[in-house]
T-cell receptor, first 111, second 111 residues
């Protein structure tokens, strides 16, 4: 498996506060993705990156922003967390148009 | 608009029998399809994939079938084992770098 580390693994935050989740990879993969997993919705794409400083929106991007200043790091920021953003967040990486590899996930609770 | 659909939220199969998981898609641009397996509190792990130029791909106990005209794919697991109990996601990509997932099917193998 690709070396993908998500941090933090668990976080509880208050409504209205900013939150940043980090995804770090050691495989030099070109593509990186952020998904959220919710019951009944499966895995939904939030944002993805196809290179340093190159990002694009997924299907549920409202309320989220991303940045990729280095190949190995992809940051997901919730500018002002809401209860609807309570979820499990997964980062994934992919070298080309083949399989993607996932991190262990970050469980975020917004109270 | 759910472009990748898994209409069965759950499936129970006797140990040793065949498990068949189904997936439908709507986007005719999809040309690469994948299946992932997910255990609780872990990230999804890649199982098997298939390109649209093929209609079948096998890897050990796992076989994926693709019917392009019906926009349907299925994953067969033979024989089913207790360790196969997990949530299975199908995913699709095509035309760009996005990887779109279905809502998942929870497979339970009954000893």
């Amino acid at each position: 498996d690709a070396g993908i580390t998500q941090s933090p693994r668990h976080k509880v935050t208050e409504t209205g506060t900013p939150v940043t989740l980090r995804c770090h990879q050691t495989e030099n993969h070109r593509y990186m993705y952020w998904y959220r997993q919710d019951p009944g919705h499966g895995l939904r794409l939030i944002h993805y990156s196809y290179g340093v400083k190159d990002t694009d929106k997924g299907e549920v991007s409202d309320g989220y922003s991303v940045s990729r200043s280095k190949t190995e790091d992809f940051l997901l920021t919730l500018e002002s967390a809401t209860s609807s953003q309570t979820s499990v967040y997964f980062c994934a990486t992919r070298q080309d148009i083949t399989e993607a590899f996932f991190g262990q996930g970050t469980r975020l609770t917004v109270v | 608009d759910q472009q990748v659909k898994q209409n069965s939220p759950s499936l129970s199969v006797q140990e040793g029998r065949i498990s068949i998981l189904n997936c439908d898609y709507t986007n005719s641009m999809f040309d690469y399809f994948l299946w992932y397996k997910k255990y609780p509190a872990e990230g999804p792990t890649f199982l098997i994939s298939i390109s649209s130029i093929k209609d079948k791909n096998e890897d050990g106990r796992f076989t994926v079938f693709l019917n392009k005209s019906a926009k349907h794919l299925s994953l067969h697991i033979v024989p089913s084992q207790p360790g196969d109990s997990a949530v299975y996601f199908c995913a699709a990509s095509g035309g760009n770098e996005k990887l779109t997932f279905g809502t998942g099917t929870r497979l339970t193998i009954i000893p």
